[in-house]
C-alpha cells in the first residue's frame, strides 16, 4: 500500500488526511514474447530480394567522419530519395485500373512526412555539428527531384515537394540544394555526396526483375526499401537516446524520442501504401515471389531483422527509467520507483525527465499502433483469412502486452485517481 499521507502531503498541504485511493491492477494479458524474427531463410530471402546488404553498405558509408549527424542523416535523405524513385514508377504506371489520382495523393503525404522529420533532425542539430556539416553553394545534379518537378506526369508534385524543402527548412543552418526556391540564401547541403544517388539509383531492379511481368514488383520492392531505410534511421537514433541518457541530456534524447516515434507513424503511412496496391495483381505477385506464411510468429513483417530489434531497442527503454530518477529498482516490488515519479510530476524541478518520460511512453504507443494497424492491413490486402493464421497471434500479442513502463503507469492513474476524489 502506498503512503497516502505523503502522497497528500507531496500534492497538496490542505487536502484532506482521510482520502484512500486504491490503485487498480496493471492488467495483464500472459503472452510469451512475440518479438522475434522469422525463419533465418525466410529473413535472408526478404534481404536479397530488397538488395539489403548493398543498400546497408550505403547507409553506413562514413564520407564525413567528423560530422555526428552522418549517420542518421543519411539514411534519411536515401529514404527520400528512394521516395522520388516510387513517384516516378508511380508515374509511370500505364495500367488505366490504376488509382493514379490517390497515389498522387499518398505519395504528397509520404514525402512531406519525410522532409519534415529531415529537417526535424537537421534542427536538433548541435551547434558544433552545424558548423562541421558538408555544405557548399552547388545544388544537386543527381537526384531524381528537380526531373519530376519538370515532367509533365509529375511536375505538379515536385513543385510542390521543392516548396515544401523550402517550408521546413526555414529553422535549419542549411538547405538540401534539391532546386528548392532558397530566398534566405542559405547555404546548400552537399547532397549528391552525402545521399549518392546515382548508387542508390544503381538499386532499382530486385532480382526478380528480368522473369517477374507484375508491375507491383516494383512498387513493393521501392516501398519496403523505404522502409528500411527508416528502420535503420531510428535504431541510431535509439542509440543516440541511449548514449544522452546515460550523459544526463536528457531535454536532447526526449527530441529524440519523439523523432522515433514520427518514424513509428511514417512507418504505417508506408505499409499502408499497400492497400492502393491492385488486388490481383499483388496477390498474383505473391505467388510468384513465393511469400507464404511457415506458421507460428511468421507474419511477413517479421521477415525484417531490423524491424524486431527496433522493437526490442523499444521495449528496452524501459531499463533506462531507474537511471533517469537515479533510484534502484526495489528487489521486493515496493513502490520505490513509482513514488519518485510522482514527486517528480508534482515538484516539476526536472521538466527535461517528465519530457523524457512522456517521449518514451509516446514511442511505445506508436509501436504498438503500428502492429495493430499491420493486422488489420493484412486482412485488407490479403482477405481476412490470412489474420486468422498462427502467423498473425504474434502482432495480437505485441498491441495486449502489458505497458513496457509499469512505474509511469501506475504513478499517472495513483494521480488520476487521487484528483478525481477531489470536489
Not at 12 to 17: A, I, Y
Not at 293 to 313: H, I, P, T, W, Y
Request: with cysteine; charged share 25%; aromatic share 8%.
Amino acid at each position: 500500500m502506498v503512503d497516502m499521507d505523503w502522497k497528500r502531503k507531496m500534492v497538496s498541504s490542505e487536502l484532506s488526511s482521510k482520502l484512500h485511493v486504491t490503485i487498480p491492477s496493471p492488467f495483464k494479458v500472459p503472452v510469451s514474447s512475440p518479438i522475434s524474427c522469422s525463419d533465418p531463410s525466410a529473413c535472408s530471402a526478404y534481404e536479397l530480394y530488397l538488395r539489403l546488404p548493398e543498400l546497408k553498405k550505403l547507409w553506413t558509408s562514413r564520407d564525413f567522419p567528423q560530422w555526428n549527424d552522418e549517420p542518421i542523416l543519411k539514411p534519411s535523405l536515401q529514404a527520400l530519395e528512394i521516395s522520388f524513385r516510387l513517384i516516378l514508377t508511380v508515374c509511370s504506371d500505364t495500367r488505366p485500373y490504376n488509382n493514379h489520382r490517390e497515389w498522387n495523393r499518398r505519395l504528397d503525404s509520404l514525402v512531406t512526412n519525410q522532409i519534415q522529420l529531415i529537417a526535424a533532425i537537421c534542427e536538433g542539430e548541435e551547434e558544433e555539428d552545424d558548423r562541421l556539416a558538408p555544405v557548399g553553394g552547388a545544388r544537386s545534379s543527381l537526384s531524381l527531384l528537380p526531373h519530376l518537378a519538370t515532367w509533365r506526369k509529375s511536375e505538379a508534385l515536385g513543385r510542390k515537394m521543392l516548396s515544401t524543402i523550402d517550408n521546413e527548412m526555414r529553422r535549419c543552418k542549411y538547405t538540401l540544394g534539391l532546386g528548392e526556391q532558397n530566398v534566405s540564401g542559405k547555404p546548400n547541403l552537399r547532397y549528391d555526396a552525402v545521399c549518392k544517388p546515382n548508387e542508390i539509383y544503381r538499386l532499382k531492379d530486385n532480382p526478380y526483375a528480368d522473369h517477374v511481368d507484375n508491375e507491383e514488383n516494383q512498387t513493393l520492392y521501392i516501398l519496403h526499401q523505404i522502409l528500411e531505410s527508416w528502420i535503420h534511421v531510428s535504431g541510431n537514433i535509439l542509440r543516440r537516446v541511449n548514449a544522452r541518457i546515460e550523459e544526463e541530456r536528457f531535454g536532447e534524447a526526449s527530441s529524440d524520442l519523439y523523432l522515433v516515434e514520427r518514424i513509428w507513424k511514417l512507418m504505417a503511412e508506408i505499409e499502408d501504401l499497400h492497400i492502393l496496391m491492385d488486388p490481383e495483381d499483388f496477390l498474383k505477385l505473391k505467388k510468384q515471389l513465393q511469400i507464404k506464411s511457415n506458421g507460428q510468429n511468421d507474419a511477413f513483417c517479421f521477415r525484417s531483422r531490423g524491424l524486431v530489434e527496433m522493437m526490442k531497442m523499444t521495449k528496452d527503454l524501459r531499463e533506462k527509467v531507474p537511471t533517469v530518477l537515479g533510484v534502484e529498482v526495489d528487489p521486493t516490488g515496493g513502490p520505490r520507483l513509482q513514488e519518485a515519479v510522482m514527486r517528480l510530476y508534482a515538484t516539476k524541478r526536472e521538466c527535461d525527465k517528465i519530457h523524457l518520460f512522456q517521449g518514451m511512453q509516446a514511442v511505445e504507443a506508436a509501436a504498438k499502433r503500428f502492429f495493430f494497424a499491420y493486422k488489420q492491413l493484412v486482412a485488407v490486402v490479403m482477405g481476412s483469412a490470412e489474420t486468422s493464421q498462427e502467423s498473425c497471434d504474434s502482432l495480437s500479442q505485441i498491441f495486449m502486452e502489458p505497458t513496457y513502463f509499469p512505474s509511469l503507469d501506475a504513478a499517472k492513474t495513483f494521480l488520476g485517481e487521487f484528483w478525481s476524489h477531489l470536489g
